[in-house]
């Protein structure tokens, strides 16, 4: 795992994004950290990150994931993160790679289904067990043939395994506020100089108040007259 296409991407002199320590130590956890970043860049994706031999493996998920078993969710791979960035939440730069504003969206452990994550990896089949803020759960990553432009190996599927944490709620919907700091998307962008209004584009719109209904006891209504 390499972190050199993740730092030839990026100028850290004006981006805020963590440049990875030089050396990190790999030994085995039980438990691995893995982090959910809901991404507004030119267009709004969530990246989907597990931690793996020093680095945080990275999807892009377009779609963000999803609760329901039936539901498979395209996931991009792109290059390996370093740890640190599984705490970063605020704004790229515009002009630089990424450029718009990241919420931490879920963050949590992971446990690996597989004995050999490295193995896994490598036939396409993960297999893990996910204990977040949100996501809850068994989980796969299942490796496609891609389509189009579509870099070979890159095109996986993320789906939800049948369990008692699958359900057919809309959790990015329901759910779209930070893990670690409760904000929007809008309100990160605002509190670290960023486009507010391109921002906001990722929020759930807000929906019009519900007009309060006034219950009157039946006893109390004015009887009609003959």
């Not at 438990?31 to 990275?58: I, N």
């Not at 718009?100 to 297999?127: F, N, Q, S």
């Not at 670690?180 to 486009?195: M, T």
């Not at 006034?214 to 209504?221: D, F, G, I, S, T």
């Amino acid at each position: 795992m390499s972190l050199e296409k993740y730092r030839q991407k990026r100028n850290f002199l004006i981006s805020p994004e963590p440049h990875g320590a030089a050396q990190v130590a790999s030994a085995r956890k039980q438990r691995l950290r893995f982090v959910v970043q809901k991404h507004r860049a030119t267009q709004l994706h969530y990246d989907f990150r597990l931690e793996f031999s020093g680095v945080l493996l990275s999807w892009a998920v377009p779609k963000g994931p999803c609760l329901d078993p039936s539901v498979k969710r395209l996931a991009m791979q792109v290059e390996d993160h370093p740890l640190e960035y599984g705490g970063f939440e605020g704004v790229i730069p515009e002009g630089e790679y990424g450029a718009g504003t990241v919420m931490v969206w879920d963050c949590g452990d992971w446990v690996p289904e597989v004995d050999d994550v490295g193995e896994a990896l490598e036939k396409g089949d993960l297999k893990f067990t996910l204990y977040g803020k949100k996501l809850r759960g068994s989980w796969v990553l299942v490796r496609t043939r891609g389509w189009g432009s579509s870099a070979p190996g890159k095109s996986w599927l993320l789906i939800k395994h049948r369990d008692k944490y699958a359900s057919t709620i809309d959790i990015v919907t329901q759910k779209p506020r930070s893990a670690i700091s409760r904000r929007l998307l809008a309100q990160i962008a605002r509190d670290n100089g960023g486009d507010v209004a391109k921002a906001a584009t990722g929020d759930p719109p807000k929906l019009p108040p519900q007009p309060r209904i006034k219950a009157v006891h039946p006893l109390n209504e004015k009887k009609t007259k003959s």
